[in-house]
């Protein structure tokens, strides 16, 4: 560790080794689960490094009560048995002395869901105070003083897009922005409504959520009135979705999918298609429309948020970038337009195939096609309508 050499000074003309310098080790670590659902939870880690200064991280822990992790993002995190194991990864391993990193979950729980009590950082138990162990001494002369490496942080992973046009949801009842001959209404976290073979989901899943509540006429026909704190993170996903495909991805002769929005002005969100494949190990992300501070998953990250792999590749009936990165549980490649529509056809096989082509998955099984929008905060209530939706397959 960073600050524990030893000083060599010359006595006599010899050279022999003064008293040995000291490492210090410490940390903290703040655990709050940020959701709650049945059979379900997600989580937020935060260490705080009191010690010097680390070059990399493995925080470990051991759940009490059968609870397993599902999802991570911004660690490695593995589990073997009760105990679980996160690393850094590439872009927040250094840690100066009083520096910050955090990590999230998503996990299931059987019976309960209690808070783990103990943590250890690199071997040291995180009680919030500092321990200090003597380095070996040496015979060599060292230098005096040592030079920490710089805290990085991650890079933002935001980006400022131009606003979308808006179109003007059908006639609605009462102000409340849910249109009079809509079929089902709901503002339950975890709302369904099912209709031959199809599910429109409300589905509000991320920490700080505010209210929104779904309605549909069709699963092709629904929307949601949205009222989400402006803060980081996603809070929701209303999405329709029919069925599972579970066919490898060289069974399909065609697969395509036509959507229509309306969407607001301002805002945090993007209109994407969330494309599932391998059990949920590989995740495509189809942007045909995103506003605000909102950004995809990366390998790298410059001053302007996210650096995509491929810029402005022309595939499936449109012009993206693309962007390949990981949040811990499974891949995730995302497409993002190189400009916002709230209309268009996408050949969803041919984006399908182009991954292969490029060796970032090979012939897949592919699982759910779902389309919504993901939205991470509303200037005041905001309604966001999927006008129509259509997807066919051969």
């Known amino acids: 560790m960073a600050g524990a050499a030893a000083l060599a000074v010359a006595v006599g003309g010899s050279i022999v080794a003064a008293l040995p310098a000291s490492a210090a080790a410490g940390c903290r670590v703040n655990y709050a689960i940020s959701a709650s659902w049945p059979g379900g939870f997600g989580a937020n880690v935060t260490i705080t490094n009191i010690g010097d200064a680390l070059s990399s991280w493995t925080l470990v822990w ?41 990590f999230g979950f998503n996990g299931a729980w059987t019976s309960s869901n209690p808070v783990p009590t103990s943590f250890t950082l690199n071997g040291t138990a995180c009680t919030g105070s500092v321990s200090t162990t003597a380095a070996p001494a040496t015979t060599t002369r060292a230098p005096a003083t040592t030079t920490r490496p710089p805290a990085t942080t991650r890079p ?6 131009a606003p979308v046009t808006t179109t003007r949801p059908p006639t609605t009842t009462g102000g409340t922005g849910v249109p009079s001959d809509a079929v089902w209404v709901a503002s339950g976290q975890w709302d369904t409504y099912q209709s031959n073979g199809w599910t429109v989901y409300n ?14 006429r069709s699963p092709q026909n629904w929307g949601v009135i949205a009222n989400h704190p402006m803060t980081s993170g996603v809070k929701s996903y209303p999405h329709t979705v029919n069925g599972s495909y579970n066919r490898a991805i060289s069974s399909f002769n065609s697969l ?56 402005n590749v022309s595939v499936g ?8 990165g990981n949040n811990g549980a499974n891949a995730v490649f995302s497409f993002l337009r190189t400009s916002n529509t709230n209309s268009g056809t996408v050949d969803i096989r041919a984006i399908n195939n182009w991954l292969r082509t490029q060796g970032w998955w090979g012939d897949v099984t592919l699982g759910e096609v ?4 993901e939205i991470s905060g509303t200037n005041g209530s905001a309604a966001f309508t999927d006008n129509s939706y259509s997807i066919s397959s051969s």
């Open 370 to 373: 779902q389309f919504g929008f």
């Open 317 to 324: 009936g449109h012009t993206w970038n693309v962007y390949r």
């Open 156 to 161: 933002p992973t935001t980006t400022t897009r």
């Open 62 to 102: 051991s759940f009490a009560s059968g609870q397993t992790i599902t999802q991570a993002w911004n660690a490695t995190v593995t589990q073997s048995g009760a105990q679980v194991t996160a690393k850094n990864v590439s872009y927040n391993g250094s840690l100066a002395t009083n520096a910050s990193t955090s």
């Open 203 to 216: 589905n509000i899943w991320g920490s700080g959520a505010g209210s929104q509540t779904a309605w549909a």
């Open 256 to 311: 395509t999918s036509t959507f229509n929005v309306s969407v607001p002005g301002s805002g945090n969100y993007a209109t994407s298609y969330d494309i599932w494949a391998n059990n949920w190990a590989y995740e495509v992300m189809l942007w045909v429309n995103y506003n605000g501070a909102v950004g995809p998953i990366a390998e790298s990250y410059d001053a302007n948020g996210a650096v995509p792999n491929f810029r």
